[in-house]
């Protein structure tokens, strides 16, 4: 009764439970997630109960419900069910006050949605819920979130789930996250914060997103982004485990679950996100977020979850100069002097974390690095970028970079962990051998998938120099280990394309060249379906040309326009490529001092030109030259119509034509500006502004808006063909809408500034 | 008492998630959880203030380590224990003494001060400190006659049987005696404001300047009270980053009628030739009347020092600590969560570790603590009156006792 009162921390966990006082509040926690990602490990020990940063995750994330203000949690455990259920009972958390923890437990679920429909039966959650999983690090209060689902539900019945999502930059060369996860695309209503679109295996080569149309026709404006992390943190409503069970095919939360109701109109169920700001979420997914995880928590993201914090039954630890924890002994007396067992001339770099009864030899450098409890380090050792967790013994010599190392692992002297390597429990690793980059040892062997020739190899050679050579990362080859040289374990082998991917999710960073590698190929790709989007230039710097328009004669008009069609007729002739097309007019136009407008006419006016001069018979034939010519030269033109000024000179020239030189066209003009129109060319905002513009001119004049005047009603209302929406200057992205109903965004992949820009019908 | 021990792990559990912030809350809570815990327990017969110390000692260990940088919960531990050894040299003191000094006690009579029934040793000894008589171990015998005479008035001075009888309930008494010192020691602490504003007439002048940094309750009773009484003053307010109090702190003060003005921490060199008294609130008090306190205080107090401006420090009694500055619990502080900094996800670029060597290039710390030696320190405020940072050492030696510097049971027992 003494400890309830006042104190800001518990008064406000306290409000929020009096809040929801209805009912407890409820969290299911998914103490599996069924993905084979942490394969080996996780054959022998459950993930949840991976140490990260010297702690279990699954405390991680019980801490964090509980002080989240949840009052009971429903554990699921499933995997290796019978280790969560011993790790728990052994823990303080199964007679907590104010907080109760119960476990469900099951031997065929196969996925989250089996998960779910599971404890739908056992009819235990009532209320609203959180769902997560056993992997979660996060210090988010969930009052504020949990107040607009429950508001929105009021309002809405249909609102049944409210995601939590953070901005988190994806990197824009390898387009994954920080957390190693693929780049995430969403689109949500700025207003309502409703989500609209998600997808997180966009087929980034292809450049283009496809959204339905029927979003825009009913709000104001949607943002797109790509910048958003999902922190796999739901607040649900109950309809969702009834959802579950009656979509008895939903397995995966995202893929399925998510996807599924976002896509279904029928039931309209609608789900919203929650963006947090200063509070960190995040979940362990692969090895990649598993380091990226555990340097956020060394830097103290997670406040207070962090290792210098008693926040579980983790031993005291004392946070020292340079983001540096070590824990202090306090139990057993065996080093008096200092805590660890840290040998005076070990040195010890940034960022390190050191567990209780760990000793360090001489000389030995550890940096960037976990080290768990109970490790026996010898000296001249090198540690980097490494996870080692209990029990670790580490002869004299090791040199290890990027690893993580299991408990109970032995490796003799001398023995080298190249980046991303992984090594299972109590594997041995002989003297001298060189584990190579991105491998996976354990002690059991590779469950067999298709393939039968999975007899062992052994490998018969006694130093570990051959050995490399002997141990390519051969597909379908289960390799023993060095047995001659004391070592014990098999490395696992990875499929083709597992290999491919392997960097990509390994606890090691990406290497400089593996990035020039993407980056060159990105570029390959796109260097042909770029050019569109490269050649559009700044709208500035074109517009301040204009400004210097010269009021010169006629004739040097004329010149320039003689000039740019003989140029042209070269290109066609000549094949001179575009970019050299535009040099050369580029080049005229500043000779002869003309306006960008200048160009985009007389350019026009070449292509015309060109096109009516090719022989042909009818009218219908000459429509047809002249949409073959527009759509080889679309992007020539293209670049110069940067704006609507040029597009209204189009026109004019067009008409200008159709009026003098080339009277052929006249018949036609309404027909080819469709398809300028259709082609992109032609703006409905410029043909519009043409038409208004027109209105003032003598009757004479409004000859051809007479003749456009049915299309031009089409494009007024604006429900023609395909529709071009530019978005701004933001990067150069593209919004483009056709006549089908399909949305495509159009990304520049080189380019990551997508960054949440809004679009408007 | 397994209801007392889930109290205890209760309080443990929310210091170590940090769930109870200001040292005058933890205070408070720790001096409530130890009453409780007095309360409940049950002691033997012989050596009852022993058995009492090594209780409070187990408990107080554990919730010292829980949150080793709230100096408070050590603080309170401390003065429980001073309340207990003082109870039981009084008591003792009392079954010898009071043979001898009965008579003695009747003569004293013309102080009413001592001849109140309820009124326990602690309780005369803080009256004692009130009238800063520096309690000696000399003064707490002299005191001992006249609290012995207080159960002796209580059991209506029966004289032969009585003294026998007496010995025997003191001992019953000395655990409600301790209980009773504590009631007494929350109320302090309680009510240190309402002590430390008193005083504000008596430093706030008019038209004076006075700037503060970040938010404390115990500066704004103190301004507040000044105003009160009529004194027309400015306050200068630096925001206190990265929490910026001060915002909220400045609008508090406006909104009660103070000529406010804010201006940011770097601000403060800038302005402080206008400023006539730099007043503060502290997280804890060393015994060298060095200060901690929250972080850039030391910029301030510099800056003050340099244009001669009288620092003061505003401190309740609870927050002075018994150890030095050197001393490996005090020089721990507390690194917060960088994400009040700087926003994660703008820069969430920066914190990739997928590439480059893997590790991070940007880091953030966010202590939350300065140190302000006492050179820098003109004056400090408690309860109890305007102390120069040279006689802590004194204060000090009034509210606790040398055996309890370090809180740790001996292993071997």
Known sequence: ?761 | MPDVHSLVNEFVIKLKKRQIEGSKTTAKLTAELLRSFISQLRLPHSNQAGALIDAVKEVGEKLITAKPVELAVGNVVRRVLHIIREEDLSITNAAVGGLNLASESDDDDGNDEYDHPVLSASAVAAAARNALRPPSLQTLLDDIPHAAATPHTSSSGDDSEGKSKSADSLRRKLKHDVIEAVNELIQEISTCHEQIAEQAVEHIHHNEVILTLGSSQTVKEFLLAAKEKNRSFRVFVAEGAPRYQGHAFAKELASRGLQTTVITDSAVFAMISHVNMVIVGAHAVMANGGVIAPVGLNMVALAAKRHAVPFVVLSGVHKLCPLYPHNPEVLLNELKSPSELLDFGEFSDCLDFGSGSGSPLIHVVNPAFDYVPPDLVSLFITDTGGHNPSYIYRLIADFYSPDDLVVQRKSAS
């Open chain 1, 1 to 761: 009764m003494v400890a309830k009162k006042g104190s800001r921390g518990g008064a406000a966990g306290e409000d929020a439970g009096e809040e929801l006082s209805r009912d407890p509040l409820q969290a299911i926690l998914l103490a599996d997630s069924f993905a084979t990602l942490f394969r080996p490990i996780t054959l022998e020990r459950p993930k949840v109960l991976l140490p990260l940063v010297n702690a279990p995750m699954i405390e991680y994330t019980l801490a964090w419900l509980e002080s989240a203000g949840v009052e009971e949690v429903f554990v699921f455990c499933c995997a290796h069910s019978k280790q969560v259920i011993e790790y728990l009972e052994n823990s303080n958390w199964l007679n907590q006050p104010k907080f109760s923890v119960s476990t469900i437990e099951s031997y065929n679920a196969m996925s989250a949605g089996d998960a779910l429909r599971l404890i739908y039966e056992k009819n235990v959650v009532h209320g609203d819920f959180i769902l997560v999983t056993g992997d979660t690090v996060s210090n988010m209060p969930l009052t504020q979130a949990l107040k607009e689902h429950k508001e929105r539900k009021k309002r809405d019945s249909n609102a049944v789930m409210t995601m939590i999502i953070k901005q988190s930059k994806p990197s824009p060369i390898t387009h994954q996250s920080r957390l190693g996860t693929e780049e995430l695309f969403m689109a949500i209503d700025p207003k309502t914060k409703e989500l609209l679109y998600y997808e997180d295996k966009a087929d980034t080569s292809k450049g283009t997103l496809t959204l339905d149309r029927t979003m825009l026709l009913d709000r104001s404006s949607i943002s797109l982004h790509n910048d958003k992390q999902d922190c796999y943190i739901d607040i649900c409503s109950p309809e969702v485990l009834s959802l579950f069970t009656d979509n008895f095919d939903y397995q995966h939360l995202r893929r399925h679950f998510v996807k599924g109701l976002l896509v279904d109109d029928l039931m309209g169920y609608k789900i919203f996100t929650h963006e947090i700001h200063s509070s960190y979420a995040a979940r362990v997914e692969n090895y990649r977020s598993y380091d990226t995880i555990s340097k956020d928590i060394i830097q103290r993201w997670t406040y207070p979850l962090v290792p210098d914090i008693q926040f579980l039954q983790n031993s005291l630890t004392k946070l020292e100069r340079r983001g540096t924890y070590r824990a202090s002994e306090s139990e057993s007396a065996e080093f008096h002097v200092t805590d660890v067992g840290l040998s005076r001339s070990a040195k010890m770099g940034p960022f390190t974390v050191i567990g209780s009864r760990t000793t360090i030899g001489k000389h030995s450098e550890v940096s960037n690095s976990v080290i768990g409890e109970d490790c026996v380090i010898g000296s001249n050792v090198s540690i980097d970028g490494c996870y080692i967790w209990n029990k670790v013994n580490i002869e004299d010599g090791c040199r290890l970079k990027h690893a993580i190392v299991c408990d109970g692992v032995t490796m003799k002297s001398g023995a080298v962990l190249e980046a991303g390597v992984v090594l299972s429990f109590k594997v041995i690793i002989g003297q001298n051998f060189v584990v190579p980059a991105y491998s996976k040892v354990s002690l059991l062997q590779q469950p067999v998938r298709q393939d039968s020739d999975e007899e062992l190899e052994y490998a018969d050679n006694s130093s570990g120099n051959i050995e490399i050579t002997s141990v390519p990362n051969t597909t379908d080859v289960l390799e023993e280990l060095n047995t001659e040289v004391g070592g014990a374990g098999f490395i696992w082998s990875v499929g083709e394309k597992g290999l491919e991917e392997e960097w990509r999710h390994s606890v090691a960073p990406i290497s400089a060249d593996r990035l020039l590698e993407i980056i060159k190929s990105a570029t390959d790709e796109l260097d042909t379906s770029n050019e569109e989007s490269n050649i559009l230039p700044p709208s500035g710097e074109l517009g301040i040309d204009s400004d210097n328009e010269s009021d010169d004669g006629r004739d040097d008009h004329a010149h320039f326009e003689k000039e740019v069609e003989a140029t042209f007729l070269r290109a066609i002739h000549e094949n001179v490529e575009e970019d050299h097309i535009i040099i050369e007019v580029n080049s005229l136009r500043l000779s002869y001092n003309m306006a960008s407008t200048d160009c985009a006419g007389a350019l026009f006016y070449a292509m015309m030109k060109y096109a009516v001069d090719t022989p042909h018979d009818s009218a219908g034939e000459l429509l047809k030259i002249t949409n073959g010519v527009i759509g080889k030269w679309e992007k020539l033109l293209k670049y110069y119509l940067p704006s609507l000024d040029e597009e209204i000179e189009v026109i004019l020239k067009f008409e200008e034509m159709c009026l003098e030189s080339t009277k052929e066209y006249a018949n036609l003009f309404s027909q080819i500006l469709h398809l300028l129109y259709d082609k992109d060319i032609l703006q409905e905002d410029g043909i519009l502004r043409w038409e208004s513009e027109k209105e003032q001119a003598d009757e004479s004049d409004k000859v051809f808006v007479k003749k456009a005047e049915k299309f031009l009603q089409v494009v007024a209302q604006g429900g023609i063909g395909r529709r071009r929406l530019r978005v701004g200057r933001v990067g150069n992205a593209f919004l483009l809408v056709d006549s089908l109903g399909a949305m495509e965004i159009e990304l520049d992949l080189l380019n990551e500034d997508l960054i949440g820009f809004s679009c408007f019908p």
